[in-house]
């Protein structure tokens, strides 16, 4: 008997793979130099997009000027420290737009101490902005996109650290919570699946930012970095956008529980 392939439209199937339109994202941390970068690029996807930090008026001028460009912005405050604030983020951008479809958690920080050195005030700070705060992010996100029924994306940042240590110097509490994080994008995943909501995570290197700064300033350390670098480049900001994008865009319908290592060949030469 002839086995009679189905015709696919390749045409309408593929035509949407990267339309965001009429999503909202919420972007934690989306003032930073990654977060504004993929608040931008959701943005001129046709994504609503809300950002969010300790600091409002920062907040606010980014979600400015994306208006004045003719995108749908709300600028709010969230401090990562503070579950309840967590939690009334979400709330208040669900009520703005009326649905929450993308969480793209850009929320991170780094106290670098020595083994030796670590303080346990450093220590739980970091575990409490880098991890406890994904988990009530996508806690309280969850709880918005079940309630919607449309299924939905959650997006962690890592970093590389997740699954390399750092040879002479002080990452114990970086790199624990960013490993941590992978298996909770793991776990979320298998929770969230039969909901139709998927979640990965992004784990870049150094990226050319603010916050990589202290690296590429440093001849020293410039070159430390580029040299286990394959690609003999760092990031740029756009690269993690483009990397946003797919994860929060239909072509990735199929994709969850993954972490996407966006390191230049790092982790396939070390």
Not at 37 to 58: E, F, I
Not at 133 to 161: P, W, Y
């Amino acid at each position: 008997m002839d086995t009679i392939t189905p015709r696919i439209d390749f045409s309408a199937e593929l035509s949407g793979l990267f339309d965001l339109a009429g999503k909202t994202a919420y972007i934690p941390g989306g003032y930073g130099g990654i977060g504004e970068a993929v608040a931008w690029a959701l943005a001129m996807r046709g994504a609503k997009v809300a950002v969010s930090g300790r600091d409002a008026t920062k907040a606010e001028a980014l979600a400015a000027v994306l208006r004045a460009a003719g995108h749908q912005a709300l600028g709010l405050t969230m401090d990562a420290h503070d579950v309840t604030s967590i939690r009334a983020s979400v709330d208040a951008v669900a009520a703005h737009f009326g649905r929450l479809d993308i969480l793209m958690n850009c929320v991170g920080i780094q106290r670098e101490e020595a083994l030796l050195e670590v303080s346990e005030e450093a220590f739980d700070e970091v575990v409490e902005v880098n991890l406890k705060a994904a988990m009530f992010l996508a806690q309280a996100t969850a709880k918005r996109q079940i309630d919607g029924k449309r299924g939905g994306r959650q997006v962690h940042l890592l970093s590389v650290r997740a699954q390399l240590g750092m040879r002479g110097r002080g990452y114990s509490a970086y790199t624990s919570t960013k490993g941590a994080l992978v298996m909770l994008i793991r776990q979320h995943a298998s929770e969230l699946a039969p909901h139709g909501i998927t979640v990965n995570g992004i784990a870049p290197t150094v990226v050319r930012t603010e916050m990589g700064r202290h690296w590429l300033d440093n001849p020293v350390t410039k070159k430390q970095v580029l040299d286990r670098i394959p690609l003999g480049r760092v990031a740029e900001p756009k690269d993690i956008a483009g990397a946003a994008v797919f994860f929060c865009a239909p072509a990735s319908d199929f994709v969850t529980g993954q972490v996407l290592y966006l390191d230049g060949g790092i982790t396939a030469s070390q």
